[in-house]
């Protein structure tokens, strides 16, 4: 079945409402003007009767020995000087006539059947069959004095009557195909109009439309909420209604922006028509970054729109990259490291002093070379051995020590672990060990990573012998935003409980008082929540 077009329905359904509510209100007026000509007859008809039976010529008329020869001319004079009227017909209380237009029933009874009432001294109007044809007429006695000599007659015939209905109603169709057409054409551009407000669309192209923005407002991680020039809620998404702290079930569209943010400055934004970029907010104590800028339609600034995120939800998307970050700095601070030791040799051997270079290369470097082929020999995932090597690097600058035991083994393929997940978990791990013996006063400082895939699951255990944490912080290393560093965001940790989280592993956490530290850590490799 083929599908009309809104433009298509918008013009059939106007012009339908035109034709049924034109087509009613003629029907109406048909009747009401039907019956307002046949009043007007049946009141032109009684006024002309009752004048002849009140006329003086007539009441003495009847005291001659041949009224008609008085009441026939009469009536003939009055009858041809009146618009649509038949026949003026005067009669005795025998119901002989005195006039008729056909000169021929002067004398002969009254026909009709109605005039017995007339003759009792009534006045009314009355539709019967007479000698002409069916007519309309008015009865009125003719009265001398107190007594009753005769009646008067005055008749239009329904034809003439239709006649002039007809020719109204005609008038009054015509009208109203004008009407139509005129409507026919107005709902055209109507339609047109309206098609093009909406850019063309139909309907359902308007719903899905509407479905697919709804579905992406809820889909984004960013807040999103729009006014109108008046500084009115015309939009909010879910993660604005969380992160601005909106109660379930509050209907916040078309409520004032500044009830719903207090130090909203959307309505800065309508005045000026300046955009903000990357401006720092506090709502309801939580610190968000947000931009704001003005809708403008037609040059004319008709609202403004904000997006906005968590402060730490952005801190959180760049700690992800740390893992990544790290082996950049790592490898940077390796290459600075073993510039360091060329520099040391080469100044050995300008000095002359070979076995002081043989020296130097097999106690610094020896250690490292071990470490390095440890990890090519047991980490075949390339971006962790990576990571391993420019971590090795970063904490021999800080004076640690950094060991792979070597039962440790990584395929290059870890099922649904990626190889970012065990870089920011092993980035992370390794990054706070060191954070946590920077600050130890111990002369031997050591980190020790040990790596095993199995089957099923990779496991991971990285230990220093740092200082430890504190009982009372314990349970909340891994919280979002808990540090205790001053310059500290508090993320890393909470990075790593994430992501074994989201591959459904587990993380636990060993430690004592100048004890060191223990993280180990197990990750399904066939899992992802």
């Not at 019956?35 to 003495?60: G, Y």
């Not at 009847?62 to 009441?71: C, G, N, T």
């Not at 009858?79 to 029933?105: D, F, G, W």
Request: charged share 25%; hydrophobic share 40%; net charge positive.
């Amino acid at each position: 079945m083929k599908r009309f077009n809104l433009q298509t329905k918008l013009m059939l359904l106007t012009f339908l409402i035109i034709i049924v509510c034109l087509t009613i209100s003629t029907l109406f007026a048909v009747k009401i003007i039907s019956v307002s000509i046949e009043n007007q007859m049946a009141n032109n008809v009684m006024n002309i009767a009752r004048a002849v039976a009140t006329d003086p010529v007539v009441i003495s008329a009847f005291y001659l020995p041949h009224p008609e020869e008085v009441l026939q001319p009469y009536a003939e004079r009055i009858r041809k000087n009146s618009n649509n009227i038949e026949y003026i017909t005067i009669i005795n209380m025998n119901r002989e006539r005195y006039s008729h237009p056909n000169p021929n029933n002067i004398g002969k009874k009254f026909v009709g059947g109605d005039e017995e009432r007339v003759l009792k001294g009534e006045t009314y109007i009355s539709k019967a069959v007479g000698t002409l044809g069916p007519s309309l007429r008015a009865f009125t006695p003719i009265m001398d004095g107190n007594k009753q000599i005769g009646a008067v007659a005055v008749g239009i015939l329904t034809r003439d009557i239709n006649k002039v209905q007809k020719r109204i109603i005609r008038s009054i169709i015509l009208v109203m195909i004008i009407a139509m057409t005129i409507g026919a054409i107005g709902s055209y551009f109507l339609s047109k109009n309206i098609k093009n407000e909406i850019f063309g669309l139909e309907p359902y192209q308007i719903a899905k439309v509407l479905q697919e923005r709804n579905s992406i407002l809820d889909a984004v991680v960013e807040g999103i909420i729009a006014v109108d020039k008046k500084g009115t809620v015309t939009l909010i998404n879910n993660t604005a209604k969380k992160i601005i702290g909106v109660e379930e079930g509050r209907k916040v569209i078309g409520e004032e922006v500044e009830k719903i943010i207090p130090n909203s400055r959307l309505k800065v934004v309508l005045n000026t028509g300046v955009p903000e970029y990357d401006d720092e907010q506090i709502i309801n104590g939580i610190s968000i970054i947000t931009n704001r800028v003005p809708i403008v339609i037609n040059g004319q600034i008709e609202g403004a729109i904000a997006s906005f995120r968590l402060k730490t939800d952005l801190a959180y998307l760049g700690e992800q990259l740390t893992g990544y970050r790290q082996i950049v700095d790592t490898l940077r601070a390796q290459a600075h490291e073993f510039m360091n030791h060329m520099h040391v040799i080469a100044g050995l051997i300008n000095l002359k002093q070979y076995d002081e270079a043989l020296k130097f290369i097999y106690n610094e470097l020896g250690a490292q070379q071990t470490f390095a082929g440890l990890v090519t020999k047991s980490i075949k995932d390339k971006r962790v051995a990576a990571l391993l090597l420019g971590k090795y690097s970063h904490a021999a600058e800080m004076g640690i020590k950094l060991y792979l035991d070597e039962d440790s083994e990584l395929y290059e393929e870890h099922g649904s672990v990626s190889s970012g997940d065990l870089v920011t978990i092993l980035g992370n791990l390794i990054e706070n060990a060191i954070e946590a013996l920077s600050v130890s006063s111990k002369k031997d400082k050591i980190i020790s990573v040990y790596i095993k895939e199995r089957l099923d699951y990779v496991f991971i255990k990285v230990y220093d012998n740092g200082p430890g944490i504190e009982e009372q912080i314990l349970p909340h290393i891994f919280d979002k935003g808990f540090t205790t560093k001053k310059s500290g965001k508090g993320i890393g940790l909470f990075i790593v409980k994430q992501t074994i989280k989201k591959r459904g592993g587990n993380v636990e956490v060993k430690t004592g008082n100048s004890n060191g530290t223990i993280f180990i850590v197990k990750v399904p490799k066939g899992v992802i929540v």
